[in-house]
């Protein structure tokens, strides 16, 4: 009969530090039962396969075997690859893949600004919301420190209109519709009142302005770039063994 032993050395990490006691036990306990319950598991499958069934040297060698490309392609790429991606290139590369780049989501650029319901400052900050000024911006941005629960003045930072909807509690079942008709908005909840002034907008399935994709280009590049780092080390290789009759082919 095998016998397995979970020993308290086995429980190291499996308790993250600063765990309440009570919540200790909880863990342990249910570790102690997920290992019993898989030794048991393997017991009943042993039991019950065929050797064959139960040979996975071919696997693990395999296995072994891409762990181990996997680790020094890794390597090779840290040593090897350029990770300098210019604004030009970047830029080319949207300009020649720009179907790639189709929005998924309506997209807004905007100012807005939370305030409690009663707030006296009011007209104040729809004033200065609305202005292009920058003297007016810089007040906006002093008052909104000092008076707003929260705000938000990047105007040239585009946002997912969805993403806003979720700060700001704008009802409406045709959001094209309303993007093309409301610049300033005021909407209010029990607790606050909500002043939105949209500078700018783009409907979904029309092409996604380049300062929304920069890093997605970015990371695209990267990854071309590293692919055919790999291929081309994997040639090389290949080659200079063929060169050398490092490798024979019957």
């Not at 997920?34 to 395999?62: G, H, I, P, S, Y």
């Not at 997209?107 to 319901?117: A, D, F």
């Not at 907008?201 to 695209?220: A, T, V």
């Not at 692919?227 to 200079?240: A, F, G, P, V």
């Amino acid at each position: 009969m095998n016998k397995d032993y979970l020993y308290e050395s086995d429980l190291k990490g499996a308790i993250p530090p600063g765990t309440l006691p009570k919540d200790s036990l909880v863990l342990t306990r249910n570790f102690i039962d997920n290992w019993v319950r898989q030794k048991l598991m393997v017991k009943q499958a042993v039991n019950n396969l065929a050797k064959d069934q139960m040979d996975f040297t071919k696997q693990l060698e395999d296995y072994q075997n891409s762990l181990i490309i996997y680790e020094y392609e890794n390597a090779l790429v840290k040593q090897k690859l350029d990770t300098i991606v210019t604004d030009v290139e970047s830029r080319n590369y949207y300009d020649a893949n720009q179907q790639n780049f189709l929005l998924k989501d309506h997209i807004v650029q905007i100012k807005y600004v939370k305030l409690p319901l009663k707030s006296s400052l009011q007209k104040q900050f729809k004033k200065l919301l609305s202005s292009d000024s920058q003297d007016d911006n810089n007040g906006l941005v002093e008052l909104c420190e000092k008076n707003a629960v929260d705000y938000f003045l990047d105007d040239q930072t585009w946002l997912f209109f969805n993403d806003v909807l979720k700060q700001i509690p704008i009802r409406t079942y045709d959001p094209e519709e309303f993007l093309k008709k409301n610049r300033n908005v005021e909407v209010q909840d029990s607790m606050y009142q909500y002043l939105v002034c949209f500078r700018n907008f783009m409907i979904k399935e029309n092409i996604s302005p380049y300062s929304l994709e920069k890093q997605q280009i970015h990371d695209i590049i990267l990854n071309k770039r590293k692919i055919e780092l790999i291929s081309r080390m994997q040639e090389d290789i290949y080659t200079k063994a063929l060169k050398n009759n490092d490798f024979e082919i019957y």
